[in-house]
């Protein structure tokens, strides 16, 4: 691949051809925003005053807020149903969206399952099939939970034997969940439904029970108020919830924010993580096979993330990133658990491992430049084989229960929808297993990794994918997506409302911005708490390289990001409102003085600090919130803050309080409107209708704003020579 640098920025609108995409001749648009009243509260933190005049739209649960959002939604959707094409887009995202999606299979018992959707449910069925030649049967069918599609399933977690399944439910998006079980056979329910269940796994100790986790329920709102003490929890079947045994965690001594509990495969290990933040742990085990067996701790301190992978026996094989940022696999006697004892099986490289075990084999996946490489060793660490993958992009799989004969994985990159494969371990051949037949032809696309130069002259990837032949004149609609945070890398997948958008001509680009996981936990921490603005610095210079590359404008430029990532568009555009045309935060974390005051907000710690750890980190973080960096007098881009009103990750208060401040202080003509969904969370679960309307709004709003009166296409020239497929 080429290396690509950027060392200025091109004129936005210099020679362009493209009808209605200058602001030359953009039509201003007037829209008359809900007043929103002015309460002030001021907060003092180290001995700066602070004055916030929307902290009443926190509360989620007041009239004065929902009447708020009633009318913020009536000026949204006017302005969106005005615009002439929005239908149109809708009908073609529901025409590509209804293709066969179906995931890859997994064996429980005697059967084998796997999640299929027929194309516009709002919700995948979960199908089994008892051997090759039977006909595949309906097994549970979220989309009977409820009429709209908003309840849906969260997770399932069968017995070794198969015969029973505990799967949770999520209502409404959000993150408190349902536990229910069911007889795997006859598929009736089996004891009470556990209710007040929250960031949990679900791990079966054989028949009898299942561990998982949860909070107390909090004082005000369950949807924002803080949830801090974590507890894990033993379920044993045919007694009631308020019977169940806590195991770990609750202590007025020690509390953790994230409890988690796992059993292994063989049943005579429970492993436990705890943890404070979203970045390190602390580990324990408990010997099942001995009764009233104590917890004793394999890791005591936070400052690694480890996990124990598999067992041979009593020989445990942990990944850990302790002494080795990219990661490595050792083993160590459960007699003899803790760090000094460890010796590699694995040991780290210089890229980031991640590993998944099945048929009695590791499978070591690399991210070399966010592009996955597959390994397979034996468990003595010696390497059996690379495995020949489809082509550039991601994979995910190769996970498997010891018993396992075949072991199935997927591809996928931008321009490629996930398809799913069979892979014998003892041979290493694969074969195809399923693949969508999706009218979208990925031979039309292209895929380029590019590397560019951030303010502080780090290189960072980006890779861009676009219609092949595409004229880069610097008059093609761009949308620039980035996260950057919590370890998370972003790796080519398939996505149809990218593909919509790259049929129309359309540029979409992925920066693997400091912060994620891309590179390991270097590249992580250059991104988190006093180097956050590291990541704003890498996603404005990933703008401004698409500008001078003449991949786009300015004009033509859209910014995207959610969650995490809806932080860096508020961040990028109140720091650089001349970058883009569009941003498009969703669920963002947007007031960063108050974030960890709501729900588990405070485990995020690692990666941003808060107000009240120092003066210096208070400072650090007012700095760059987008909620009070919004200025008087500036001319913002055309802004659609997305979110949901069921959202208890990232409260949507984060999303009012920005959106009042733009409508209050913006002094362009450009719009700056919110779209709260009903009935949705942060994103998971969200039925395939919702998701349907909320990008046709998305995309009408982003073309609307750049100038376009008519849907794109693309405007093609002779193939780039210098892309990679």
């Keep these: 691949m080429r290396r690509l640098y950027s060392a200025f920025i091109l004129s936005a609108c210099a020679g362009a051809l493209v009808l209605n995409s200058c602001t030359s001749n953009v039509q201003s648009t ?109 097994f ?70 299942f561990y998982y986790s949860s909070y107390d329920k909090p004082d005000g709102s369950e949807l924002s108020a803080k949830t801090d003490q974590h507890k894990l929890y033993f379920h044993r079947l045919g007694t009631s919830q308020e019977e169940d045994q806590l195991v770990y965690g609750g202590t007025a001594e020690e509390k953790h924010r994230y409890i988690g509990g796992s059993v292994s495969e063989d049943a005579r290990f429970l492993f436990i993580s705890a943890s404070n933040t979203t970045s390190g742990n602390k580990l324990f085990m408990q010997d099942l096979s001995v009764e009233n067996a104590p917890i004793i701790a394999i890791v005591d301190d936070e400052t690694s993330d480890t996990y124990v992978t598999e067992n041979q026996e009593s020989t445990l094989f942990l990944v850990t990133d302790r002494e080795a940022p990219n990661k490595r696999l050792v083993k160590a006697d459960a007699k003899q658990p803790t760090p000094e004892h460890w010796v590699d099986v694995i040991p780290e490289t210089e890229n980031v491992l991640t590993l998944n075990t099945g048929s009695g084999y590791f499978f070591a996946e690399y991210m070399i430049d966010a592009l996955s490489k597959v390994y397979q060793y034996d468990y003595k660490g010696e390497l059996v084989r690379e495995i020949d993958l489809p082509g550039l992009g991601s994979v995910g799989g190769f996970g ?9 994985y997927t591809f996928t990159n931008y321009n490629t929808p996930s398809s799913s494969y069979t892979y014998n371990p ?14 979208f032809n990925s031979d039309e696309y292209v895929s380029e990794q590019v590397f560019y130069t951030s303010k502080d002259g780090t290189q960072v990837p980006m890779m861009i994918t676009y219609k092949r032949g595409l004229k880069k004149d610097g008059n093609n609609p761009a949308i620039l997506y980035g996260y950057g945070g919590f370890n998370i890398s972003l790796t080519p997948s398939f996505s149809v409302t990218n593909a919509i958008w790259m049929e129309m001509g359309g540029i979409y680009a992925v920066p693997n911005l400091r912060g994620g996981g891309e590179y390991g936990k270097t590249w992580h921490d250059a991104g988190t708490q006093m180097n956050k603005q590291n990541v704003f610095d890498d996603f404005i210079a990933a703008g401004e390289y698409l500008i001078a590359e003449k991949y786009t404008s300015s004009d033509l430029l859209a910014l995207r990001g959610g969650s995490n990532g809806g932080l860096l568009v508020g961040a990028t555009m109140t720091q650089r409102p001349d970058l ?7 669920v963002g974390v947007l007031d960063m003085l108050r974030y960890h005051t709501f729900t588990a907000g405070a485990g995020w710690a ?34 659609l803050i997305t979110t949901g009103d069921h959202d208890d990750r990232v409260v949507p208060a984060h999303s009012f309080k920005f959106a009042a401040e733009l409508q209050d202080k913006h ?17 998971a679960g969200t039925p395939v209708s919702k998701t349907i309307e909320q990008y046709a709004d998305i995309y009408a709003f982003t073309l609307n704003a750049m100038g376009f009166d008519a849907l794109p296409t693309p405007r093609i020239e002779a193939p780039d020579d210098n892309t990679m497929k």
């Excluded at 509260?41 to 959002?69: G, H, I, M």
């Excluded at 990666?607 to 650090?620: H, K, Q, R, W």
């Excluded at 002094?667 to 994103?683: K, M, N, Q, S, Y």
């Design 140 to 209: 549970l069918d979220p989309n009977s939970f409820s009429e709209d599609g908003t309840v849906s399933l969260a997770g399932l977690s069968f017995t070794e034997d198969g015969n029973l399944l505990a799967y949770s439910i999520s209502e409404g998006g959000s993150d408190w969940r349902k536990i229910i079980v069911l007889d795997a056979e006859t598929k009736e329910q089996v004891g009470d439904t556990i209710i007040d269940v929250k960031f949990s796994g679900i791990s079966w100790k054989k028949n009898e029970g």
């Design 580 to 586: 883009a045309r569009v941003a498009l935060p969703a």
């Design 606 to 639: 690692y990666d941003y600090g808060t107000s009240e750890d120092s003066p210096e980190m208070f400072a650090y973080l007012k700095g760059y919130s987008p909620v009070h960096n919004v200025k008087e007098g500036v001319s913002y881009p055309a802004t």
């Design 667 to 683: 002094a362009g003509d450009t719009p700056v409107l919110i779209r709260i969904e009903t009935d949705a969370g942060h994103g």
């Design 426 to 439: 003892e041979t290493g051949e694969s074969d195809v297993y399923w693949t969508p037949a999706i009218e």
């Design 400 to 408: 498997g229960k010891l018993s396992d004969e075949v072991l199935y």
């Design 30 to 138: 007037t829209v008359s925003y809900p007043k929103t009243e002015k309460i002030p509260v001021v907060d003092t933190y180290f001995e700066e005053e602070v004055v916030d005049n929307y902290r009443w739209l926190e509360d989620d649960r007041s009239a004065a807020t929902e009447d708020w959002v009633k009318r913020q939604n009536e000026t949204t959707f006017s302005h969106l149903n005005g615009i002439s094409y929005k239908e149109e887009l809708k009908a073609r995202l529901e025409k590509l969206w209804n293709y066969e999606k179906i995931s890859r299979p997994f064996k429980e018992g005697a059967y084998t399952y796997f999640y299929k959707n027929d194309g516009l449910q709002n919700q995948s069925v979960v199908y089994r099939q008892k051997g090759e030649n039977e006909d595949a049967e309906v």
